[in-house]
């Protein structure tokens, strides 16, 4: 029976490594997917990994309706075997629902990647639809780390190294160029970093906590060479 599968986890856990090793595994097996993403970090139409994968998908832009995209591709002689949705957690709901559509009356599986909740760590309204509507929820087992060693539950927000739990929901990727406020001599920095909850509850991130590295065991030296 096909599926809608929504696969999720914290930045760095590997989620469009994934979504594009499905796209590879099936491809490979003569199977045709459609691949969508939104505000990918490399740019509109594209969906790419850390290790430096990518391949063009569909921008899905706030009016992309999912089932009528894909009624029109199968209506003009275009094949589809499944979908792949990254960066989910960007759709409006609608746009799930819309997804649910293309599983229930179309019979293809739907592949969702996306983080479940934001630097506040509150859902993203995507994410919260698909936890409502999913056949199976995926939890990715490429654990992220926290700057102490622990695993990482949490998605964070930097200003200059320290976290900050105001500001819009979505400002995409390692943003740079966003202004440190009125009167600000330079712009501020703006990342993200994972951290597990004690630390994300603390706000203490990599820099704010100065760490050195993940080990607290430290390597003799000798101080004479």
């Known amino acids: 029976m096909p599926e809608l599968v929504f696969f999720s986890g914290t930045m760095d856990c590997g989620k469009s490594t994934l979504a594009l090793q499905i796209e590879h595994n099936r491809s490979a097996r003569g199977l045709q997917g459609m691949i969508y993403s939104r505000n990918d970090r490399a740019g509109r139409g594209k969906l790419s990994s850390r290790l430096g994968l990518v391949t063009e ?37 609608e746009q799930i629902d819309q997804l649910a559509r293309v599983v229930d009356d179309l019979g293809l599986d739907v ?20 936890v409502e509507l999913a056949d199976r929820i995926e939890v990715l087992k490429v654990e992220a780390l926290c700057w102490c060693g ?28 966003e202004t440190g406020g009125e009167g600000a001599e330079r712009p501020a920095e703006v990342g993200y970093e994972v951290l597990c909850r004690r630390h994300h509850r603390r706000l203490q991130t990599a820099a704010t906590a100065h760490a050195a590295a993940l080990s607290p065991d430290v390597l003799p030296v000798d101080a004479q060479r």
């Open 150 to 177: 622990a695993r990482a539950t949490h998605n964070a927000r930097t200003v200059d190294g320290r976290m900050v739990v105001e500001g819009a929901q979505v400002v995409v990727g390692d943003v740079r160029g």
């Open 57 to 93: 998908a569909v921008e899905a832009a706030d009016d992309l309706d999912f089932y009528a995209h894909v009624v029109d591709h199968l209506s003009s002689g275009g094949r589809v075997d499944y979908i792949i949705a990254d960066e989910a957690q960007f759709l409006a709901p």
């Open 111 to 130: 592949f969702a990647f996306g983080i479940t909740t934001d630097f506040r760590s509150k859902l993203f309204p995507g994410s919260q639809r698909l």
